[in-house]
């Protein structure tokens, strides 16, 4: 059997420090919001090269506090993609604004840059970029898009940690950045957390203070806030974990470029622009023939997952938006093709050579 992702390898690598220090958490009696968290706050701030990191329950809790945390209300829009992980459009309902969607590039799954602009509207308040299975959007034609009509841009990192374009992360170019640590992700926590990146003080103490009931911790509320904390036993792991995140994400790489070369000539394989690297947070291939692709893999003892078999404009919740099948082909038609394959630090090639091998076959 050959799993989307092992991650049993890798904490079993670290098992000695990862126990000694939550033995330390434990016996230190200070269990959210503590040393562990700040320490972990000013590395992740630190790796980005930003001023400010914000940790907080969950990737969902960065996105919606970070959307939270700036002026934007009831009916005002925010432009995202269709083709994401649920939460994203969550988070923009949460804060009352309308989701306004941008149907994807055919080539790189993400945005398409350039139908943005035909979207924005005086109600336009924010862009929500998502770096899709590790691919950074096209930050620079966002970022100019931004400043061209005073939007805010909150970048959705829960796949991309550690994502670049010509040598700069993900994360560092909106006004925040959003990370999800939930354990499948690139850095994974035991349980779930998350952080926001940022260099704008406004925003970072806004955050602080949302994430704990509207008070920085004296009984003192400015506002009504919510409940999303990182806890102590998962920053001090974080912690642990950002300095092996790296070396993991060239792991991913190394078996992304062993697939391209076995299957370039079968199905289409990630396509990454000049200067861009991806974290390979996923593997993911597009062909016609994908159920075909997914039975014999599966005959075959091999994982694999259709992220996401339904767009954002399709999904119940949204129909109050009116959007129809057809609104967002492109997003339509990759959610009919693509197929996520096992990736992870510690797959072997001879497990990336079978499983090619099965695709080979059965097309
Ligand atoms: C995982 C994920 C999230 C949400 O993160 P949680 O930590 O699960 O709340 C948001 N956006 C994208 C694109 C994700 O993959």
Not at 43 to 50: S, T, V
Not at 172 to 177: E, H, K, L, V
Not at 288 to 308: F, G, M, Q, T, W
């Amino acid at each position: 059997m050959i799993p989307m992702l092992d991650l049993k390898k890798e904490f079993l690598d670290i098992e000695e420090e990862v126990i000694s220090t939550v033995i330390e958490v434990l016996k230190g009696t200070k269990y959210v919001l503590g040393p562990h968290v700040e320490a972990f706050e000013k590395q992740l701030a630190q790796y980005h090269g930003l001023s400010y990191g914000a940790g907080v329950g969950s990737g969902t809790g960065a996105l919606f506090l970070s959307l939270a945390s700036l002026p934007i209300s009831k009916g005002d829009e925010i432009i995202t993609t269709p083709f994401t992980f649920f939460a994203t459009v969550e988070s923009i309902l949460y804060v009352g604004a309308k989701p306004v969607f941008v149907d994807i590039d055919t080539k790189t799954l993400n945005i398409d840059i350039g139908l943005i602009e035909q979207k924005i509207t005086k109600k336009t308040k924010a862009i929500l970029p998502v770096h899709l299975f590790g691919l950074p959007c096209d930050m620079k034609r966002i970022m100019e898009l931004a400043k061209k009509y005073n939007l805010y841009v909150v970048e959705d990192c829960a796949q991309s940690f550690g994502s670049l374009i010509n040598g700069r992360l993900t994360g560092t170019f909106g006004d925040a950045g959003c990370f999800s640590f939930y354990p499948s992700k690139n850095l994974g926590c035991y349980g779930d957390g998350g952080a926001v990146v940022t260099n704008n003080q406004q925003m970072y103490e806004n955050i602080l203070a949302l994430r704990n009931h509207g008070s920085r911790g004296n009984y003192i509320h400015s506002v009504i806030g919510f409940n999303s904390r990182l806890d102590e036993i998962q920053a001090a792991i974080l912690s642990i974990k950002l300095n092996k995140v790296e070396r993991n994400n060239a792991m991913r790489r190394k078996s992304a470029a062993l697939y391209t070369s076995l299957l370039s000539s079968t199905v289409m394989c990630p396509n990454i622009p000049e200067g861009y690297t991806s974290n390979y947070h996923q593997y993911t291939i597009r062909s016609a023939h994908r159920d075909k692709i997914k039975e014999a893999l599966h005959k075959a003892n091999i994982s694999s997952v259709v992220y996401y078999p339904v767009p954002m404009h399709l999904q119940k919740p949204i129909e109050q938006f009116g959007f129809k099948k057809g609104d967002f082909p492109v997003a339509e038609t990759a959610a009919a093709q693509v197929l996520s394959l096992p990736v992870y630090p510690g797959l072997s090639n001879e497990d990336i050579e079978r499983i090619a091998e099965v695709i080979k076959k059965c097309l």
